[in-house]
């Protein structure tokens, strides 16, 4: 006990004296952009929202402007609330603004860092981005369409049979799409081990990026304290994490790489792709590389795609008047004679633009994932320090009044089916610079299944109350990275076509 109690005193005694030099005399030189007042050691730590942190900084920004500095423990943060700013920075200087936050108990202790998302700006991260970025372009989605489509009426069926289960559904049918699209394995159900195993690693993930989660992440001396330790618990998480995580980025690989061999795996699928492209001689390298891509797609693409298309839900039971436009439209120019395919969307602007109003109204991502700025810059004589976080608040640029009228209702004839406004929320919706999703059309594709799908053959209706009666919930959207609406439920009533 003695030693812990040594242990703690000298790490916070480090860790305040480094605070308070910091706070003194870090950034006494520079000329950061204004933001809320910092407060001795904690700077604005404890101004910090805990809940929808991007509408909190929405309001902030009508007194600091669209560049605003705060300062949590010594890190530096600069939160974007324009387009314009972030596409200066973001994509014109995306050479320099295109690192991740550096995670100790995510990334050091548990291994997340080998991932896409997380693993730093450089050789490898462009070659993985080059990897996914060819499997999944805009030329070889189109081989995945039918398993899409498939997928969306599969959704349908289910839902009819249970309404009470649309997140789960949900859930099945998208993770169900990317694995197969992956490693050529088909989830057979909710019980299949190996969707459990990408759950779990997502759950732990999510946890373990968690701002605030782990105290290691302020003091990372603490990740070498004996494991015997009172208050070494979370090392011993981390050791139950990484076998997660090995397990689960690696087992589906090698299952895709056997099955290949002996003609069981579904193709085309990535892993199988790649492998076939080197005449099955990959280097334990560029393995390792594939490995990793393949990971990030699995367990990257099912919490943002689960989001928006929960969000589609809410917003069908919302405004009713809008999906019987898209119906309309649909039936107007598909006929009833067959169900619609993700190629028949060039021909739809009502829909493309409904879409696009479901990426704005409520998007996945409301504040990007974190830049890290790797050498110090200057924009419009206000100074960023290298290291310093860079958040977009996504959500402001899409609820900004003086870009769009009554920017909190759900109106997809806002952009009167006009393809270049449809392009400003895309473009903002899937990241930025060289950070940018490179799966961008792979997950419009399994969007646009679901919604051409259910547009066509159903009318999404709100819940019965205890009284039998329809009714609209008050949803709010959950804190964290990927924001998802809180549960409600829907009803499925099929169309006469």
């Not at 039998?468 to 006469?496: D, E």
Request: proline share 6%; charged share 20%.
């Amino acid at each position: 006990m003695d030693a812990l109690y040594s242990t703690i005193v000298v790490c916070l005694a480090a860790l305040c004296s480094g605070l308070l030099l910091y706070n003194l005399v870090g950034n006494s030189n520079k000329r950061l952009p204004p933001g809320p007042h910092r407060r001795l050691l904690v700077g604005n730590a404890l101004q910090m929202p805990r809940v929808t942190p991007w509408t909190t900084f929405s309001k902030w920004s009508k007194t600091y402007g669209d560049l605003m500095h705060v300062d949590v423990f010594g890190v530096s943060m600069v939160i974007i609330s324009s387009v314009k700013v972030a596409k200066d920075l973001l994509d014109k200087r995306s050479l320099i603004y295109s690192n991740r936050p550096h995670f100790v108990m995510a990334g050091d202790l548990v291994g997340y860092d080998g991932s896409f998302v997380l693993q730093q700006y450089g050789e490898n991260w462009r070659q993985q981005r080059k990897l996914i970025a060819q499997e999944l372009g805009q030329s070889r989605v189109k081989h995945y369409y039918p398993l899409q489509e498939k997928q969306a009426r599969a959704l349908i069926r289910n839902i009819l049979e249970d309404a009470s289960t649309l997140e789960s559904q949900i859930k099945l049918i998208i993770a169900t799409i990317i694995i197969r699209v992956t490693y050529g394995y088909y989830v057979r159900d909710e019980n299949d081990p190996l969707l459990k195993g990408v759950l779990v690693l997502m759950d732990n993930f999510n946890e373990a990026t968690l701002p605030g989660n782990f105290f290691v992440d302020f003091i990372p001396i603490l990740k070498h304290i004996p494991r015997w330790m009172p208050g070494s618990g979370f090392l011993k998480k981390a050791d139950e994490w990484r076998k997660v995580l090995q397990e689960t980025t690696r087992n589906p690989y090698y299952w895709s790489k056997a099955n290949l061999e002996i003609g069981t795996a579904l193709m085309p699928n990535i892993c199988g792709t790649v492998i076939e492209d080197a005449n099955g001689e990959l280097t334990e390298e560029e393995e390792t590389r594939l490995i990793w891509a393949a990971s990030t797609v699995m367990g990257g693409g099912l919490d943002t795609n689960m989001s928006t298309a929960l969000t589609f839900f809410l917003a069908m039971i919302s405004y009713p008047e809008v999906q019987e436009k898209a119906h309309e439209e649909i039936i107007s120019v598909i006929g009833p004679n067959r169900l619609p395919t993700i190629a028949d969307k060039d021909s739809l602007p009502y829909v493309r633009s409904l879409v696009t109003e479901v990426l704005r109204w409520n998007p996945a991502v409301p504040l990007g994932v974190p830049h890290v700025l790797s050498q110090d810059d200057v924009y419009e004589g206000w100074d960023l320090p290298k290291n310093t976080l860079v958040m977009p608040n996504i959500w402001h640029m899409f609820h900004d009044p003086e870009v769009y009228d009554d920017p909190m209702s759900f109106i997809p004839e806002r952009y009167n089916g006009d393809d270049l406004e449809m392009r400003k929320i895309t473009d903002l919706a899937f990241g930025f610079g060289r950070r940018a999703c490179p799966g961008f059309y792979f997950a419009e594709g399994t969007l646009y299944a679901i919604v051409l799908t259910v547009l066509t053959c159903c009318e999404v209706l709100p819940e019965l109350d205890d009284e039998g009666k329809s009714f609209i919930p008050n949803v709010t959207y959950t804190p964290g990275g990927i924001s998802f609406p809180g549960p409600f439920q829907v009803r499925l009533k099929l169309c006469s076509l």
